[in-house]
């Protein structure tokens, strides 16, 4: 067993600025901005490297870390030199018009495709009229014509030459051709002089004349004829005119296009509409006035079925990076938006927008991963997206089942997209736990540090960053003894004097507020004494909580002793953490003993007050009781322990040493120093573990006793396992170098005693008894004592009721 009595020098890790060379950062050149994260960068550059499927990476750290900024540079760096994907675009699917196709262009091709089908098209609106009213295509269908009506003559004609030779007149009029008799002057007869003729003659003629209205009616069916295979004619002959104006002018792309085989069908798709609406380019654009439903029942003068929708267009060379901020379905997968017109909604492919999917195809997609996680079908449609390696564009509403009218659905897209998700380390672990399809589509874990090690080359870099912080961010330099103030702090954030906190976003914020204040004074650079103020100002505007605390222990409310002795109480310490604000407080542990069943009650846990670690270091302590002083007799004790004034809940079991002492204090009747706090878990062999805020409760034990005034007696006792922790501040160390304030550590619960009780802990001898007069031989005595009376009381129990 060892005590430890502590000097300011192994209280605090001082950093010597005459170590650095410079004397302010803005001298430091080869900033960095990657320290201390070797092992994740090296998993981001093997998952960006590897190009098998399901080798997307899960970034883990906690917020603040730099894990966005560290991996987006990081990845932007490798993305410059990569080779830059290939453009897409959605075009008008003429055999599926609901079913837009996908083509894909070599980089920046995407764009000039667009313009050179608008340009075409726009030419094709003033050529093909201007063909069609050309002399040759005129004199063409003129011929037409005139070869329909010398037709239509020749049949008119052969029926009028029969009926003159049979005697019947033939008399054409506005209604149509009339055929009646013929009299001796080849006049047509009149109907008295016809209803004189004999009724045989007569006869004759109406015969011949219903002949010939017979013939004349099969002329007029000939003609309907001549007219429907005369239109076609014409048909045709627009059709061949404007093919032979749309190949003319579309064979240039034909020879452009000529290696992507998707391009040149979709150009015959082209070719194919024109020519088959060649009337498009002849009427006019606009919808007539006063009827404002043309335009939604004739989409097609608009042209937009040949319009090009550019998804993606990469006129930047390298592999494109995509930060989504806003991880929803739609903004991940693309979207159809829709038109409203007179109450109507419509689509079309070129209302099609991208998604961030689309936009890092080929390169890296970033997402936050619990932003992703809260939004709806987000996460599911992104793993299916990656495991299918296509993107399809498809309505929410199709994945509720809530849509079941016809709309468009886009060719899929083929994926080749490393995804980064960035999140906690709960989040990863959760998703690894509960996912089975996670670890399949997330292979590769880029865990970030929290800290790095504190060695004179670290040092170096940390000043280092510390520089291209304050470059990048436009800040006043830091002065060199400024720059070991930050981090000394950085020391002291991390919990550990030989570490340094990567907690970067954190100084950031320091070095803004250190920025402030100097620029208040007209600095020109940042110094020590800015930092300091910079840091004590940002702990009081959180403190209010503390303060009122404290307060209440000051006025004898909150009732904390640090004088004197006390049988049966301890000085804890605990922490408590409300926002950003983390502070510790000394709180009274008491605790009574009798015989009893061996029974150790936590009042925390009887009123459920007490968490499940709390609850263990109790069980803990008992077990170290029953093994250290009852190895040989019933453990014949009931005790009770409790956190005085708590009103909240208890949790941790870095209190159980101070149960354990407030506990055998009460069993020897051997009062305990107030004033010394303790803190520390306590092990089944009496060890002294380390425990976590170590700072924070020395000093809020310690701001207690300078308000009350340091008698030189006062101090704590830490775990020896702690003292590479300590990092106190300023007034804590001059404290101790005035000999007015002390710390200890301690590896074992028997020095804790020593030093509480004044008393040697005492060891067991040969005859398997503690020494005589010592603080465990009193803890025995009693137990033994317990026992005994125990015993007694149960044969006298027993002989009454005999």
């Known amino acids: 067993m060892a005590i430890c009595f502590l000097s300011s020098q192994e209280a605090y890790h001082y950093c010597n600025p005459e170590k650095f060379s410079f004397e302010t950062t803005a001298e430091v050149d080869g900033v960095t901005r990657f320290i ?30 730099g894990r966005h900024s560290v991996v987006q540079s990081f990845i932007n760096e490798k993305a410059v030199s990569e080779e830059t994907p290939t453009d897409w675009c959605y075009v008008q699917n003429f055999k599926h018009g609901h079913r837009p196709l996908a083509l894909e262009f070599e980089p920046g091709l995407g764009a000039i495709f667009q313009k050179e089908m608008h340009e075409l098209i726009d030419m094709l609106k003033t050529t093909i009229p201007t063909v069609i009213e050309g002399e040759d295509y005129q004199s063409r269908k003129l011929a037409i014509t005139e070869t329909l009506q010398q037709k239509i003559d020749s049949l008119y004609h052969v029926v009028e030459e029969r009926a003159k030779e049979d005697g019947i007149a033939v008399i054409k009029t506005e209604q149509g051709i009339l055929f009646t008799a013929r009299d001796d002057e080849q006049k047509p007869m009149s ?39 005369a239109e076609e004619e014409g048909r045709i002959l627009k059709k061949e005119t404007g093919r032979l104006t749309v190949s003319h002018l579309i064979n240039a792309l034909y020879v452009k296009y000529k290696e992507n085989e998707p391009v040149i069908s979709y150009l015959k798709g082209v070719e194919e509409e024109i020519t088959e609406n060649v009337d498009d380019f002849l009427r006019a654009q606009e919808p007539e006035k006063g009827n404002p439903f043309i335009g939604i029942l004739s989409p097609a003068a608009t042209f937009h079925q040949y319009k090009v929708n550019v998804l993606v267009s990469h006129e930047e060379r390298g592999a494109p990076v995509i930060y989504e901020d806003l991880p929803t379905y739609q903004n991940l997968h693309g979207r159809i938006e829709h038109h409203a017109k007179m109450g109507v909604l419509s689509t079309h492919f070129t209302l099609i927008q991208k998604g961030s999917l689309h936009q890092a195809n080929g390169g890296y997609l970033i997402i936050d991963a619990g932003r992703l996680l809260r939004q709806p079908f987000a996460y599911e449609g992104l793993k299916r997206t990656l495991r299918s390696q296509k993107i399809r564009i498809e309505p929410v509403e199709r994945l509720l089942g809530l849509m079941s009218t016809v709309t468009l659905e886009p ?118 004494e800015v930092i300091e103020t910079a840091i004590s100002t940002a702990n009081r505007r959180g403190d209010r909580v503390k303060d009122r605390i404290q307060e209440g222990i000051h006025e004898g409310i909150r009732r904390i002793e640090t004088s004197g002795s006390k049988v049966g109480q301890i000085n804890g310490l605990s922490v408590m953490q409300l926002g950003n604000s983390y502070f510790g407080m000394p709180t009274r542990i008491t605790a009574q003993t009798r015989p009893g069943d061996g029974k150790l009650i936590d009042i925390e846990r009887e009123v459920k007050l007490g968490g499940a670690l709390h609850s263990k270091g109790v069980l803990i302590l008992e077990a170290y009781l029953s093994a250290t002083y009852a190895h040989t007799i019933p453990l014949s004790l009931r005790a009770s322990l409790v956190f005085e004034q708590s009103y909240g809940g208890v949790d941790g079991d870095s209190a159980s040493c101070a149960e354990l002492c407030a506990l055998l204090s009460s069993l020897a009747k051997v009062p305990l120093k107030q004033n010394l706090a303790i803190t520390g878990s306590i092990s089944q062999h009496g060890e002294v573990q380390a425990i976590g805020g170590v700072n924070e409760k020395i000093e809020g034990f310690f701001d207690i006793c300078r308000h009350r005034g340091l008698d030189g007696e006062q101090g704590v006792i830490v775990p020896a396992a702690n003292i590479r922790h300590l990092m106190l501040k300023k007034s804590v160390l001059e404290a101790i170098d005035a000999k007015r304030f002390h710390l200890y550590g301690v590896d074992a619960v028997d020095d804790a005693l020593e030093l509480l009780t004044g008393l040697q802990a005492g060891r067991r001898g040969e005859e398997d008894v503690f020494e005589k007069d010592s603080f465990n031989r009193l803890v025995e005595e009693q137990l033994y004592c317990f026992a005994r009376d125990l015993q007694k009381f149960k044969q006298e129990d027993e002989e009454s009721k005999e």
């Not at 070797?38 to 883990?60: M, T, Y």
């Open 411 to 528: 060719e899929p897209i083929p994926l080749q997209t490393k995804v980064v998700l960035i999140g906690d380390p709960m989040l990863y672990y959760l998703l690894n736990a509960y996912d089975p399809e996670f670890q399949s589509l997330f292979k590769v874990q880029a865990d970030f540090e929290h800290t790095m090690v504190w060695n004179e080359e670290n040092q170096q870099l940390y000043a280092s960053l510390l520089a291209n912080l304050t470059s990048s961010k436009g800040l006043l330099p830091l002065h060199r003894q400024a720059v070991a103030k930050v981090i000394e702090q950085a020391a002291r954030e991390a919990g550990d004097r030989e570490k340094l906190s990567l907690h970067l976003s954190g100084f950031v914020d320091l070095l803004q507020e250190a920025d402030y204040l100097a620029r208040k004074e007209n600095n020109d650079c940042i110094g020590v």
């Open 191 to 229: 109907s008295q002089a016809f209803m004189d003729l004999p009724k045989e003659e007569r006869k004759r003629f109406e015969t011949l004349i219903e002949k010939y209205q017979l013939e004349l009616q099969q002329a007029i069916n000939q003609v309907s004829i001549l007219k429907r295979e």
């Open 36 to 65: 201390g994260q070797e092992r994740a960068l090296e998993a981001v550059d093997f998952g960006i490297g590897i190009r098998h499927q399901g080798f997307n990476l899960f970034v883990l750290g906690p917020e603040g870390f």
